[in-house]
């Protein structure tokens, strides 16, 4: 008896041991990954039709804009923006302002998200609203994967190019504000991984939406 328990708390330190050991390396590939330098806007195919801005970070929707005014066919969803916020506000923090009328009128603004999952179904609707089939996905790269990871599984219909930014914050990413950051979107994207091949979205459900406002 003592010997098999003695192989089974053998087999458990291994097998702990060898998860310890792959989720550290998947962890500076996150890492390595994530601080990637953001494309170049010539680096995106001309054949995009729809651009979505996830808000959340700094950079998203100036990135996003410069893209809508590279090809000014497209149209821009700026999804997760916060209540009663308009589009002049968003654009006087952010420094852009003014824009032509005819770029205004590209740009919407989802305000029923509340997670990246909310983003996802919120993007969708909007496509097919508008027969969009191509997007460009902007978003920090930290969330990147996760966010694609999202958009496959509740949007499969979509083709998605990313086109991430990079918040000032990964200026210093060894930082412990930083790395705290980076293992907090980390274990977010491995619960997704998690999420996606246990539980497939079929259906628009209000999962990751705001609750409607009482009148």
Known sequence: MKRYRSLIWRMFSASLTILCWALLGGFFYFCSDALRPSPTLSSIPADCDGIVALTGGQDRIEASINLLKQQTGRDLLISGVSPHT?????????KL?????????????????????????????????????????????????????????????????????????????WRLQTLSLMLNQYFKFIGALLRAGLAHQQKYEQEGFRPPEER
């Open 97 to 173: 302002s003014p824009l032509p009328p005819e770029l205004m009128k590209r740009i919407t603004l989802g305000y029923q998200a509340a997670t990246t999952i909310g983003n996802a179904w919120e993007t969708a609707q909007w496509a097919e609203t508008r027969h969009l089939h191509h997007l460009i996905l902007v978003t920090a790269g930290y969330h990147m994967r996760r966010a694609i990871l999202e958009f496959h599984d509740i949007a499969p219909q979509l083709t998605l190019t990313p086109y991430w930014v990079q918040p000032p914050a990964m200026a210093t990413p």
């Open 86 to 94: 308009s589009l002049l506000h968003i654009l006087s923090i952010t």
